[in-house]
């Protein structure tokens, strides 16, 4: 069942995010000028989002009812403050932070600069022009402007060279981010009521005559955990199986670094459910209080969004106590990046670390009698 759901919800997002969507920004213009109006054509230049003119209140309407990912305020002191060589500040309507829009405040940064710069060299450059003759100062500005941008453009004063290995997968990909969060959050109920199992053999007496029979309590507990850790991983490798031949996702170099990390996941959450079953008393109980600790610490882990867009530093810090962030960067380090098995060692030890510990509390908490 876990299986089938976590293709759907692959399937259905991967074709989401294949459609092109193009985020909307809104540009308010108060200023009404040709240096307002350079800005406007630099952003347009862009292709990532998509450009339109409103005024204040509808823009603010329609970034609140989110029909626009954003607008831009551009002030009426604008070029006053581009002319005279002072800090220049642009408005930013915004209802929450998400990838999108962090890139796009890059982006509008940078052309606001690069606008700056080039329009200070083209008034001194007008201003020497026709200083003693009557030239048009705006014409001359224009081609003063135009030349400049060309020839940044072409000549840069700066060069950065680089070298990327491995490019084909040496970059983000949403996709492949969606696909291992999914498979993880979906893999993790198979394995915590898997374990679980030992509060409806206590119902039933089953755990009872266990205990009585020449096996040891170790022994009996060791079946249960070498039992789920097995379903995890089938259940793991059939969907990396199905997401590499079916979605041609691509999974990096090594697949025996994906499947050291896949294993100690399964470890790790088998423990865990191993504390929950510590925790409560019938299973009942361990069906309520499973989504509650799985969703949020898949949330605070990244499987539902990359923690790239997470600010806040307390959140952050969560993350690290979290299987879900160690497994998530571990699988995305060889995935994505093209790295190889040995850049999985360091969260595949801590995915051990915390399935010891949450194995040493379960065991105390796991009542045998």
Not at 73 to 95: A, M, P, Q, R, W
Request: glycine share 8%.
């Amino acid at each position: 069942m876990m299986i089938a759901m976590t293709l759907v919800f692959s399937t259905v997002f991967g074709f989401t995010l294949s459609q092109g969507h193009s985020p909307k920004i809104l540009i308010v213009d108060k200023d009404k000028t040709e240096y307002s109006q350079i800005l406007i054509d630099e952003l347009s230049k862009d292709e990532i989002f998509e450009y339109e003119f409103a005024n204040y209140e509808d823009a603010v309407k329609m970034v609140d009812e989110n029909k626009a990912l954003s607008a831009v305020i551009i002030e009426d002191d604008f070029s006053e403050k581009i002319k005279n060589g002072k800090k220049t500040t642009l408005n930013i309507l915004k209802v929450k932070e998400n990838r999108e829009l962090m890139i796009f405040e890059n982006l509008l940064s940078k052309t606001t600069a690069k606008i700056a710069g080039n329009i200070n060299i083209a008034e001194i450059i007008t201003n020497y022009i026709t200083e003693n003759g009557s030239e048009d100062k705006i014409e001359i500005f224009n081609k003063a402007y135009t030349r400049m941008s060309k020839g940044l453009k072409y000549r840069r004063p700066l060069m950065i060279e680089k070298e990327i290995f491995n490019s084909s997968n040496n970059r983000y990909d949403n996709y492949k981010h969606l696909v291992i969060g999914l498979m993880l959050f979906f893999s993790m109920y198979t394995m915590v009521f898997g374990i679980g199992e030992i509060l409806n053999e206590r119902k039933y007496n089953t755990w009872q005559r266990q205990l009585v029979s020449p096996l040891s309590k170790f022994s009996i507990l060791l079946g249960n955990m070498v039992y789920t850790l097995i379903i995890g991983m089938v259940q793991i490798s059939i969907l990396i199986l199905f997401s590499k031949y079916i979605f041609r996702v691509e999974w990096g170099s090594s697949i025996g670094g994906i499947l050291l990390v896949a294993f100690g996941f399964t470890f790790s959450v088998t423990s865990l459910g191993l504390l929950l079953s510590g925790i409560v008393k019938t299973h009942g109980q361990l069906s309520a209080i499973t989504p509650v600790v799985l969703t949020s610490t898949s949330m605070l882990g990244g499987c539902m969004w990359p923690l790239e867009i997470v600010n806040s530093k307390i959140l952050l810090a969560l993350a690290n106590i979290t299987p879900q962030k160690w497994a998530i960067e571990g699988m995305e380090r060889i995935a994505m990046y093209g790295q190889g098995f040995e850049s999985v060692l360091f969260p595949t030890l801590v995915l051990f670390m915390m399935g010891i510990i949450f194995l040493g509390v379960g065991t105390k908490l796991v009542k045998f009698e």
